[in-house]
């Protein structure tokens, strides 16, 4: 197993993408795996072929469909409208902005890219520095994989059998514990940042409301709010599954853009590419990881991680904490998506010898890999902000470390405290 994650390792360093790493990996090594070619044929196949696994692309589409058509402009004129006679409102506006694109998109690094270019200018207008501007962008970006639905957890659910239903419930806490500790760090930090503790008025007033009355924008906005409402609202009505959920969102995203004309029919060819682009991306990552743990399996490493476990760390706690760790390193050094279809599979017996529910520790493991993109190398929100804003990585330093320690610290109370995640356990 050593030699295993050392090949792993040094073809990372090397530049190897993830799916050509795992390949080479089970080539070199078949022999003291037990395989061969004619065994691995079908199972590429057997592991994209899951119906869940569906919803992914599906999700994406429905998020570059949303995104292009200039409804987070719209989202975000809504959250300034509610918002902005709040003290430092564009902190505010930012982190609801965020949670209500994540609804829409699933996906971290793309909240942030959409929220990020809107809101940076209109902030850097009312005084803050662009290094904090990015910092806090970066951050709220991880509330769209906390706000439903969630790409990583659709992974999870998949590939470790949890159901993806109560894993999305799951998250709703967790997301409104980490709006607050960042809205906390947010309130505290704009009181040193801003004169006299307020924002600025731009100058030629707000441009993301101008000549628009309070009517026009909730009418807007009401589009874009609306998908949420019919994906988690026909989930948890119990009629449809998460699959199904997402093509229906992905149709109601094509009609309101259609009806509203929002995009051109080249929108909608780029928005398919880059759709289809990502998620054959992905699709080629989980069938080469599924070869991968196969392997695993076959050769009984879950089990042996398991008993390794079991003999030398005595309680739960010394378990989360060591899991937790191991996470948070592994999200630095790899995408999310990967990490999850590398670290599930093996961690998620571990965790059941241990008691630990698991959909709680699905939780677990997808926000702790997240918060691996607030840390370099793979610090995928960083770097995505850090251009939105026009800033660099040395300028966010300085406010960053705030917002990751509010991370670190929600991390904590979601691992410790299961109530935070299976609250709808005791309805």
């Known amino acids: 197993m050593a030699l295993t994650f050392g090949l792993m390792a040094l073809f990372l360093v090397l530049g190897a993408p993830l799916a050509v790493t795992f390949g080479l990996v089970i080539f070199l090594q078949m022999g003291a795996f037990g395989l061969s070619i004619s065994g691995l044929s079908n199972i590429p196949y057997e592991e994209i072929s899951s119906y869940p696994l569906v919803a992914i692309p599906l999700f994406m589409l429905t998020g570059e469909l949303m995104n292009r058509s200039g409804m987070a402009g719209e989202l975000i004129a809504l959250a300034d409208l509610l918002l902005r006679r709040i003290r430092a409102a564009f902190g505010y506006i930012t982190v609801a902005a965020s949670a209500m694109m994540g609804a829409i998109t699933g996906s971290s690094v793309a909240t942030v890219a959409a929220i990020g270019g809107i809101v940076s200018p209109a902030m850097a207008e009312r005084g803050y520095p662009k290094g904090y501007i990015a910092s806090l962008t970066s951050s709220a970006g991880l509330l769209g994989v906390l706000v439903p639905p969630s790409i990583p957890l659709i992974l999870y659910g998949a590939t470790v059998g949890v159901s993806i239903s109560q894993l999305f419930l799951a998250t709703l806490a967790p997301a409104l514990l ?210 939105a804003a026009n800033a660099r990585l040395a300028d966010m330093l300085p406010y960053l470390g705030w917002f990751f320690g509010a991370a670190l610290l929600g991390q904590a109370i979601i691992t410790f405290v299961p109530f935070v995640t299976l609250w709808f356990r005791y309805l």
């Open 178 to 387: 980490m709006s607050v500790l960042f809205l906390v760090v947010h309130n505290a930090l704009s009181r040193r940042l801003l004169k006299g503790g307020v924002e600025s008025r731009p100058e030629g007033g707000d441009t993301l409301t101008a000549g628009k009355s309070k009517r026009t924008i909730w009418l807007e906005a009401a589009s874009a709010l609306l998908l949420p409402v019919v994906i988690l609202g026909g989930i948890y009505g119990g009629l449809m599954t998460p699959t199904e959920a997402a093509a229906i969102g992905c149709l109601y995203a094509v009609g309101v853009s259609l009806l509203r004309r929002l995009l051109g029919s080249g929108d909608f060819a780029r928005s398919f590419r880059s759709a289809a682009i990502t998620g054959s991306g992905i699709l080629i990552v989980i069938a080469m990881t599924g070869i991968f743990n196969r392997a695993m399996v076959l050769n009984q490493v879950p089990q042996d991680i398991a008993m390794w476990v079991a003999t030398y760390i005595e309680s739960p706690v010394a378990f989360l904490l060591m899991v937790n760790v191991v996470l948070l390193l592994v999200g630095t050094f790899m995408e999310t998506n990967a990490s999850i279809l590398l670290m599930g599979p093996l961690l998620a017996p571990a965790a059941e010898k241990f008691g630990i529910d698991p959909v709680h520790f699905g939780i677990i493991t997808a926000t702790n890999l997240e918060i691996g993109l607030l840390t370099p190398p793979m610090a995928a929100n960083l770097y995505v902000a850090a251009r």
